[in-house]
């Protein structure tokens, strides 16, 4: 707003109301445009990862065991294949929130037993048992799924007491999520699930081995001991474990001064190089790549019981195993950096601006007026002598006649008095005139 509009309207504090709220706007401004750049480089790091508890339970029934047929004749021979002895193991886990792991149920790490961790699955049986009715329900609502974390998972059997044991190994895969069929969401509802169980014949306790294989999004690996030592991490991604070596080199000033591109190996990194003791920073991700494992599976073991004095009284296996998610907090924020009506809205900010500036340059206008028309009705005679000299002096700016001595001196007396005292008698004046006369030639 233009200076003295306030002594010339009838509510004088609406300059300064207006002065005050466009200095918050331009510090909301300044705040939102801060925290949507914080958010977005929140959203865009690759380790924002919660570790999370899968508790996963192992438990098994029995078909047409001996001991179940209490209620045959014994003179009835029935060859069927349907009374073969059998067993059904069933493997389900999902994910526990904070409050669950909390309530006195501790983790076991990945997926390895101690006896006391065993001992202390044994006690809260029970309690796991009771759990199952409202297990369904509860997993329903969760946002992962016990498939989500792993991207196969294979049963191996102990062959040495099991007939064709190796036969009878059970495998699944997670399908390719790259192939676009019309059957995509079939097979997308197919991969998610919460109970795997699987049917085998036998008559005899059995021991097995259940390996998971991990899916995570960055991979991770396992690095290897002389990698390790060097960034302080035995499991990460490809990425980290680049970004942790340059740091490395930065925080030793191994970099070369003359060039850059080159590093000298200490003793630990000439174990990662292994190519004399210069290192080259191009190459770090090659570095990397050849000191990088695949993660071990999460194996669980698991005894398969059809013995009479076990199904009395029936518990699962319980196992805790440690797994990455993503940060709740990033998808609550992603929608709002990538909110469909922000566009809309700076669009329409940016006409209220325009119309804002229309006003403005409006009020400048109506306040030229109101100082041209006051300063006439105080001293009309002297406001019309000084408009009018200053109105002569931009007119000869603009045609550039201009004098020396300004507008004003052309009105003045000297330059209108004659005779042979005057300033035309002067040499100066002969002179320009001559100067003028030359160029008209």
Not at 126 to 150: G, L
Not at 224 to 231: I, T, Y
Not at 322 to 343: E, M
């Given at each position: 707003i233009?200076?003295?509009?306030?002594?010339?309207i009838?509510?004088?504090?609406?300059?300064?109301?207006?002065?005050?709220?466009?200095?918050v706007?331009?510090?909301?401004?300044?705040?939102?445009?801060r925290?949507?750049?914080?958010i977005?480089e929140?959203?865009?790091?690759?380790n924002?990862k919660?570790s999370?508890?899968?508790?996963?339970?192992?438990?098994?029934t029995?078909?047409d065991?001996?001991?179940?047929?209490?209620?045959?004749?014994?003179?009835?021979?029935?060859?069927?294949?349907?009374?073969?002895?059998?067993?059904r193991?069933?493997?389900?886990?999902?994910?526990l929130?904070?409050?669950?792991?909390?309530?006195?149920?501790?983790?076991v790490?990945?997926?390895?037993?101690?006896?006391?961790?065993?001992?202390?699955n044994?006690?809260?049986?029970?309690?796991?048992?009771?759990?199952?009715?409202?297990?369904?329900?509860?997993?329903?609502?969760?946002?992962y799924?016990?498939?989500?974390?792993?991207?196969s998972?294979?049963?191996?059997?102990?062959?040495?007491?099991?007939?064709?044991?190796g036969?009878?190994?059970?495998?699944?895969?997670?399908p390719e999520?790259?192939?676009?069929?019309?059957?995509?969401?079939?097979t997308?509802s197919?991969?998610d699930?919460?109970?795997?169980?699987?049917?085998?014949?036998?008559?005899?306790?059995?021991?097995?081995?259940i390996?998971?294989?991990?899916?995570?999004?960055?991979?991770?690996?396992?690095?290897?001991?002389e990698?390790?030592?060097?960034?302080?991490?035995?499991?990460?991604?490809?990425q980290?474990?680049?970004a942790?070596l340059?740091e490395?080199?930065?925080f030793w000033?191994l970099?070369e001064?003359?060039?850059?591109?080159?590093f000298?190996?200490?003793?630990?990194?000439?174990?990662?190089?292994?190519?004399g003791?210069?290192?080259?920073?191009?190459?770090l991700n090659?570095?990397?790549?050849?000191?990088?494992?695949?993660?071990?599976?999460?194996?669980?073991?698991y005894?398969i019981?059809?013995?009479?004095?076990?199904?009395?009284d029936?518990?699962?296996?319980?196992?805790d195993?440690?797994?990455?998610?993503?940060?709740?907090?990033?998808?609550?924020l992603?929608?709002?950096?990538?909110?469909?009506q922000?566009?809309?809205?700076?669009?329409?900010v940016?006409?209220?601006?325009?119309?804002?500036?229309?006003?403005?340059q409006?009020?400048?206008?109506?306040?030229?007026?109101?100082?041209?028309?006051?300063?006439?009705?105080?001293?009309p005679?002297t406001f019309?002598?000084?408009?009018?000299?200053?109105?002569?002096?931009?007119?000869?700016?603009?045609?550039?006649?201009?004098?020396?001595?300004?507008?004003?001196?052309?009105a003045?007396?000297?330059?209108?008095?004659?005779?042979a005292?005057s300033?035309?008698?002067?040499?100066n004046?002969?002179?320009?005139?001559?100067?003028?006369l030359?160029r008209?030639?």
């Amino acid at each position: 707003i233009p200076e003295g509009v306030e002594d010339s309207i009838v509510d004088q504090e609406a300059v300064q109301r207006y002065k005050a709220l466009r200095d918050v706007e331009r510090t909301l401004d300044a705040t939102i445009t801060r925290k949507r750049l914080d958010i977005s480089e929140a959203c865009g790091r690759n380790n924002n990862k919660l570790s999370k508890t899968l508790r996963i339970w192992i438990s098994n029934t029995v078909e047409d065991q001996s001991w179940q047929g209490a209620g045959l004749n014994v003179d009835t021979f029935d060859f069927t294949s349907n009374m073969e002895a059998s067993f059904r193991v069933k493997i389900e886990g999902r994910l526990l929130h904070h409050d669950e792991h909390a309530n006195g149920q501790p983790g076991v790490g990945d997926g390895k037993m101690t006896s006391n961790a065993l001992s202390h699955n044994r006690e809260v049986a029970d309690k796991s048992q009771e759990n199952q009715t409202s297990f369904t329900a509860s997993t329903a609502s969760a946002t992962y799924r016990f498939s989500h974390f792993f991207k196969s998972l294979s049963v191996d059997f102990d062959s040495s007491r099991f007939r064709n044991g190796g036969g009878q190994n059970v495998e699944w895969k997670k399908p390719e999520s790259t192939s676009k069929t019309q059957s995509g969401s079939n097979t997308a509802s197919a991969s998610d699930f919460d109970e795997l169980t699987f049917k085998r014949n036998g008559d005899e306790n059995i021991n097995i081995m259940i390996h998971m294989y991990r899916h995570e999004s960055p991979e991770r690996y396992q690095l290897s001991p002389e990698l390790a030592e060097v960034v302080d991490m035995s499991e990460t991604t490809q990425q980290e474990a680049v970004a942790a070596l340059w740091e490395y080199i930065r925080f030793w000033n191994l970099q070369e001064d003359e060039e850059k591109r080159n590093f000298r190996c200490d003793e630990l990194l000439r174990k990662v190089v292994g190519r004399g003791d210069i290192g080259y920073i191009p190459m770090l991700n090659e570095y990397v790549t050849q000191h990088l494992r695949p993660l071990p599976p999460v194996s669980l073991p698991y005894t398969i019981r059809v013995d009479e004095d076990f199904h009395k009284d029936p518990h699962a296996t319980v196992y805790d195993v440690q797994v990455l998610v993503d940060d709740p907090l990033r998808n609550t924020l992603q929608p709002l950096i990538n909110h469909s009506q922000y566009a809309s809205m700076l669009k329409d900010v940016t006409v209220l601006d325009d119309q804002l500036a229309r006003l403005i340059q409006a009020i400048a206008v109506s306040k030229a007026k109101h100082s041209f028309f006051s300063s006439l009705s105080e001293d009309p005679a002297t406001f019309v002598k000084s408009w009018l000299s200053s109105q002569r002096r931009d007119l000869e700016v603009i045609l550039g006649d201009a004098t020396k001595g300004g507008g004003d001196a052309l009105a003045a007396d000297e330059w209108r008095r004659g005779g042979a005292n005057s300033v035309w008698a002067t040499q100066n004046a002969r002179e320009s005139v001559n100067v003028l006369l030359s160029r008209q030639r």
